[in-house]
C-alpha cells in the first residue's frame, strides 16, 4: 500500500490542524493505521492508531484529549484532527498501516510495514 499524508501547515498554540493520509495499492479496510511524528533532533514518537474497522483506537497520553484518529474506509483516508495544539507538537507527521483485520490498535512504529513520507506541522507560541 502506498501511503501520501496532507495538511501540513503552519498554526499558532491553540490552534486546529487536520491532516490526511490517502491510501492506494491495497485494500485500505484491511489495514490497521497510524500515526507518528519526529521532532528535530528526538526519536520518532506513536501518537495515535486505529484498527481497521474504526473500532478501536489509541493515543500516546501527551495527545490525548486534544487529538482524534479517524478512517473513512470508503474513501482510503485516516485523518488526524488536531485540536488544542502546542508548540511542542511541531514535528514532522507520518502515516502507517500494517495489514491486518483485528481489534489490535498497534503503537510501536516496529508493528507497520508502510510508511508514508511525512508532513511538517509547526505551531508557534
Known amino acids: 500500500v502506498q501511503l501520501q499524508a496532507s495538511g501540513e501547515g503552519l498554526a499558532q498554540a491553540g490552534g486546529s490542524l487536520r491532516l490526511s493520509c490517502a491510501a492506494s495499492?491495497?485494500?485500505?479496510?484491511?489495514?490497521?493505521m497510524g500515526w507518528f511524528r519526529q521532532a528535530l533532533g528526538r526519536e520518532r514518537e506513536f501518537v495515535a492508531c486505529?484498527?481497521?474497522?474504526?473500532?478501536?483506537?489509541g493515543y500516546a497520553d501527551s495527545v490525548k484529549g486534544r487529538f482524534t484518529i479517524s478512517r473513512e474506509n470508503a474513501k482510503n483516508t485516516v485523518y488526524l484532527q488536531m485540536n488544542n495544539l502546542k508548540p511542542e507538537d511541531t514535528a514532522v507527521y507520518s502515516c502507517?498501516?500494517?495489514?491486518?483485520?483485528?481489534?489490535?490498535?498497534?503503537?510501536?512504529?516496529?508493528?507497520?510495514?508502510?510508511w508514508g513520507p511525512g508532513t511538517q506541522v509547526t505551531v508557534s507560541a
Open positions: 495499492g491495497d485494500t485500505f479496510s484491511s489495514h490497521r
Open positions: 486505529i484498527n481497521w474497522s474504526g473500532r478501536m483506537t
Open positions: 502507517a498501516a500494517y495489514r491486518m483485520r483485528d481489534s489490535v490498535c498497534a503503537t510501536n512504529a516496529q508493528e507497520y510495514d508502510y
